[in-house]
């Protein structure tokens, strides 16, 4: 289960991909907890890997 939530916070981040970094971590930080809570998930895993590829993302894009 935890990867379908990885494949989803990349694709949402891939969607994002023009936020700058710290806009993209926050964006990625909500969308994750949002995600591993639907889920049945860890909120604050879901969190910390979301804010991660967000941050990644918004480096990368911008």
Not at 20 to 37: D, K, N
């Amino acid at each position: 289960m935890r990867i379908y939530a990885v494949a989803l916070l990349l694709a949402g981040a891939v969607a994002l991909s023009g936020c700058a970094t710290l806009t993209g971590a926050a964006i990625g930080g909500a969308g994750g907890a949002g995600v591993a809570a639907a889920s049945g998930g860890d909120v604050e895993d879901g969190a910390m890997v979301g804010a991660a590829a967000g941050a990644i993302i918004g480096t990368v894009a911008h």
